[in-house]
């Protein structure tokens, strides 16, 4: 059955602006900004809130009532990127978690709950950690997230841990909760109010057909949500993927040394995993949490699947060393992002057949200098030489092209651009006779072609350059080097055709 957590952290701007420098004060805090021509109150702190303070009173109101309250300016991106950064450090006790409107994350810990002793102990540990850290925060856990987010906010959570509804209680623990727990607009609630409805079980037995005229699908489809009866799914704010290791550890880890034997260790699982899959990963992430609710992630690539630890653990070895653990790391995972199929090799004694002998010298090179910086060239399909080959990041795969044609022979070197040469040959169509190139004259003993190429009629040919058709030739002169020639243009045009050397064979 599926579970979810809602954590509420319902001081979160108070409590970012506490942790900042200089935010610390002897009254109230609470953070402002400015609509329309006033000054108003978006958050308060717990002293605030006790003083009768509230989002949404004015400044000078606010001053009136608590002459020593202390004002800081609203930073809601801020806010924003310090509630998702939370969220993604929540992934040490989940791998699906999303955020909840300003103050809120959703976690998905079905499946979850075997690393812990249980529900109460995952959500008491997750609040524990966040109070630690001066985090003023409620949870609880039910069915549906609709459920868990009305228990979080209007349910009575004990001191400690969560307000947890049981599997398949969750009609009974909405029951006496107040309609605005169903995340309605404060219009809604208040006229269902009016209305004396003012708990939700109070709509369980009421048709739809009478409401739905004055509010609309929304209160019963937010109690359908709420209840089960529709799909709610929630959009996790990182790519889940089926192969990650965990390992949390019993105390904070600070040493280098802890972080190798760490990472080796998840290494070691996750390759025997994708072994037994028939698998190999082609780009990894270590993820490390620390105890100031951050994550440290350095991530590698490899040019081809790989499960072998000890060469995936040289390319985490460098990356390693940039992780700075701070007050210490907790939790420690390892995710296969993305993986490849890698069927079992057959080795002799000279290890023949174990695969491509650079890999790992390119895998090394691409991820202490950068995948964009170590290049493969790769085929590609076009018949103009110079744009026969791209090239790629060496860590991407390259797309599966067929070969050349064998009657297709290219030489092994192309220059980076033809250079003209004069010919001395035989109109219209035969071939060079001789040729200067670089001041010196090479006599032709042997040619071969032509082999006509035609512009590609896709591109602009103007704007290329290449709006003549090619007729290559391969020659040999009396010294026996051997050229790749072509001529640019047919005889039958206005200006006469041109030649030029592109490339060398053996």
Known sequence: MRRVLSLWLYHWPT???HRRAGAEAGGPLVAVATIGNRRILVA???????AGLAPGLGLADARARRPDLVAR???????????????????GYSPWTATEGVDGVWLDITGCVPLFAG???LAADLLARLRRRGFSCRAAIADTPGAAWALARWGTAPETGALIAAPGGTRAALAGLPVAALRLGPEIAQDLRRLGLRRIDSLYALPRAPLAPRFGEIVARRLDQALGLIAEPISPRRPTVPRLERRAWPEPILAPEDLQRGTRLLLERLCARLEREGLGARRLELCCYRVDCRVERVEIGTSGPSRDPAHLMRLFAPRIETIAPDLGI???TMTALEVETLAARQLDFERAGAGDPAAPLIDRLANRLGSAN???????????PERAVRAVPALVAPHALGPWPAGRKRPIRLLEYPDPVEVVAPIPDDPPLSFRWRRVVHRVRHAEGPERIAAEWWRDPKAAGEDETRDYYRVEDEAGSRFWLYRRGLYRGPAPPRWFLHGFFP
């Not at 702190?45 to 006790?50: I, Y």
């Not at 310090?82 to 993604?88: C, G, N, R, V």
């Open 73 to 91: 300016e609203a930073d809601q991106a801020g806010a924003a990127a310090a509630l998702a950064s939370l969220a993604d450090w929540c992934g």
């Open 374 to 384: 170590v290049l493969r060239l790769v085929p590609f399909s076009s018949h103009v």
């Open 44 to 50: 308060v702190d717990a002293a605030a809130a006790a």
């Open 15 to 17: 409590d970012l602006l």
């Open 330 to 332: 907790e939790i420690m």
């Open 119 to 121: 529900e109460d102990e």
